[in-house]
Every structure is written in structure tokens, then in C-alpha cells.
């Protein structure tokens, strides 16, 4: 049995505002060798949620932002001189299934999938990833944008995924009140978003 894999980390000055909900290792996928376990820590945004539900006079109380990074690592070991992109394509996909799932049972309804990316990590390396759209129905809908990365940075591979209104929830929820993020736009979202993930190691 392969130890199990570190925990990820991001660094704390990026973390304001968020709550680590949850620490898991578990088992993500079974390839037809190898079962591929996950270290992985889950954050919520609970600066937010406090701020729309202080804003709604308690009327809406709901989680809106998610950031969740996982290193895995493998039973048993890959072999030696197996390269990163023999195996990569296949992190990929199996992270999509499972990232589309996870938006499922958080309720978010119409998910398509949108334009894929490519951004540079701090360590150089390049991490790819994939947007999906959705909705998330409360208060009669909110448009929600989320994110999946898979990048190896030559020693570990990294699974990062993430989720945000793309509208301004001062707009989506016609709340007055515009303070502790309620205007922040999708594209801020996903700027805070982004500098989450390259600092993940």
C-alpha cells in the first residue's frame, strides 16, 4: 500500500475570508493498474455566504463560492519512467466526470462545458483547464461559472477546481447592499480564483 498523499497547500494570506470544510483521502479512480488516490482540502467562500445573508435579512443562506485542491498519488507507484504525459490525458478526463458531478450535487442545473485554458502555475509549469457554465436555481437563479485544473509540476500531480456567480450577487439577488464582495463581477471572481490556483503546491 502506497502512503498516502500530502495534503495540498495554498498559502494562507490567500485564504481570507474562506473555511476549510472539509480534509479527505480517498480513493478518485481505478485505472487498469493503478487506483489513483486524492489528498484533498475543500474551502468555502463564508465571507460571502455571511455577507448575502446579513444583506437578505436571512431570507437566502447558501454557499456561493468553492475552492477545492487535491495531490494524488498512486497504488501502486507508477513505474519508473513513466512520463507525465502518458498519463495526464487520462487525469483529465476522469477529472471532468468528477468535477461535473460535484456541480451537480451542489445543485447546479443547464452545466455545459466552456473554452479551455492554459495558465502557468508559480513553479512554471503550465496547468490546463476547463470552464463550465451553469445555473445554480436559488432565488430563482443565479448564473454560476466553475473551473477544473490538472497540471503534474514534475513531482506531484494537482487537481484544482473552483466555482463563483459569474453575475454580481448584488445584481443576481437584487440586494441593495454592495459591501464584503456582494458587487464583485465573474471576471474579478476569476482573477481571485486563478491566483488561488497557481499558488497551490
Known amino acids: 500500500m502506497v502512503t498516502a498523499p500530502d495534503y495540498p497547500s495554498v498559502p494562507a494570506e490567500k485564504l481570507a475570508g474562506w473555511e476549510l470544510v472539509e480534509e479527505?483521502?480517498?480513493?478518485?479512480?481505478?485505472?487498469?493498474?493503478?487506483?489513483?488516490?486524492?489528498?484533498?482540502?475543500?474551502?468555502?467562500?463564508?465571507?460571502?455566504?455571511?455577507?448575502?445573508?446579513?444583506?437578505?435579512?436571512?431570507e437566502i443562506d447558501h454557499r456561493w463560492r468553492f475552492f477545492a485542491a487535491t495531490r494524488l498519488g498512486f497504488d501502486p507507484m507508477l513505474p519508473p519512467g513513466t512520463m507525465p504525459s502518458m498519463i495526464l490525458p487520462t487525469m483529465r478526463s476522469e477529472a471532468?466526470?468528477?468535477?461535473?458531478?460535484?456541480l451537480q450535487s451542489r445543485g447546479v442545473e443547464d452545466i455545459e462545458r466552456g473554452r479551455r485554458e492554459r495558465v502557468r502555475i508559480r513553479s512554471g509549469k503550465r496547468a490546463r483547464l476547463i470552464?463550465?457554465?451553469?445555473?445554480?436555481p436559488v432565488a430563482g437563479g443565479v448564473p454560476v461559472t466553475g473551473w477544473v485544473g490538472v497540471w503534474?509540476?514534475?513531482?506531484?500531480?494537482?487537481?484544482?477546481?473552483?466555482?463563483?456567480?459569474?453575475?454580481?450577487?448584488?445584481?443576481?439577488?437584487?440586494?441593495?447592499?454592495?459591501a464584503d464582495g456582494?458587487?464583485?463581477?465573474?471576471?474579478e471572481a476569476q482573477g481571485e480564483f486563478l491566483d488561488m490556483l497557481r499558488d497551490v503546491q
Open 24 to 58: 479527505s483521502v480517498e480513493t478518485l479512480f481505478q485505472l487498469p493498474a493503478v487506483r489513483v488516490v486524492g489528498a484533498t482540502r475543500q474551502y468555502e467562500d463564508e465571507q460571502l455566504r455571511t455577507a448575502v445573508r446579513d444583506a437578505s435579512d436571512g
Open 96 to 102: 471532468k466526470k468528477t468535477f461535473k458531478k460535484r
Open 131 to 136: 470552464r463550465y457554465n451553469g445555473v445554480d
Open 152 to 178: 503534474n509540476d514534475g513531482t506531484d500531480f494537482f487537481v484544482v477546481t473552483g466555482g463563483y456567480p459569474a453575475r454580481p450577487l448584488s445584481e443576481a439577488l437584487d440586494l441593495e447592499e454592495s
Open 182 to 187: 456582494l458587487d464583485r463581477t465573474g471576471n
